[in-house]
């Protein structure tokens, strides 16, 4: 029994089926997902091999690392022959991937666009199972002086501190604002209580001469602008 699951191992497998020797040879980008995956798995069972039981994982998925990136260690243990350890294995590798995209976004200190606040706040809420707002502060020159957490939460169920809002604005002579909250259903549809509260802000930031330059919606891969859609 031992030597025939030991044939399921990476290391058994035939030259042109060792995604560890083709990421070593030819590099890193040039494997498919399943058999990245596959190297962190590092062995399969007796019915299939470590890269047959990720595609399997993927499928569930409909191929989407983001949404595998979601699955906690107990969800990924309901794979036959995914264990506690490999489990672990994989839930770590997806996060260090998240906190490697969050380290790129550092790189973005002036907001020319609605792109560029998406990629600046996709990694921290894009990916969430619950709703959280978050208000970016621009100087004159449209530079990031400080970006925050608002609140957790439902909009309706959360209350959104306008006073709170302006005050820091006014503490780090923040010219422009921009709001923006994630919907974890992925409709990228604003409620009646998405335009209440932004128009909220609007009225209020008016009067200290701040601007509320944009709200966008986030989910995954995609987002709504207030501002690109002229509703702002």
């Not at 089926?17 to 590092?42: C, F, M, N, T, Y």
């Not at 004159?140 to 400080?146: A, F, G, I, L, M």
């Not at 974890?184 to 549809?189: D, R, V």
């Amino acid at each position: 029994m031992q030597e025939k699951l030991a044939s399921f191992s990476i290391k058994n497998w035939a030259d042109d089926d060792r995604p560890r020797e083709k990421l070593v040879q030819k590099g890193s980008s040039v494997l498919s997902d399943a058999e990245l995956i596959a190297i962190l798995i590092g062995s399969g069972s007796r019915n299939e091999s470590a890269v047959e039981l990720a595609k399997r994982i993927l499928a569930s998925v409909d191929h989407n690392l983001n949404e595998l990136g979601k699955l906690s260690v107990n969800q990924l243990m309901r794979f036959k022959g995914i264990g506690e350890a490999k489990a672990v294995t994989i839930a770590a590798a997806l996060e260090v991937g998240r906190r490697r995209r969050a380290e790129d976004t550092k790189k973005i200190t002036k907001i020319t666009g609605s792109n560029d606040v998406f990629e600046l706040l996709y990694p921290l809420i894009g990916e969430l199972q619950h709703e959280e707002f978050w208000i970016i502060y621009l100087n004159n020159s449209n530079k990031v002086v400080h970006k925050a957490q608002l609140s957790k939460g439902g909009i309706t169920g959360t209350l959104v501190d306008v006073r709170l809002v302006l005050k820091q604005a006014l503490e780090l002579g923040a010219v422009g604002i921009i709001l923006a909250h994630n919907h974890p259903s992925g409709t990228l549809k604003p409620s009646a209580a998405d335009k209440q509260i932004t128009q909220k802000l609007k009225i209020a930031s008016e009067a200290l001469d701040i601007k509320v330059l944009d709200h966008l919606i986030v989910a995954q891969h995609d987002y709504l602008s207030f501002a690109d859609k002229g509703i702002l």
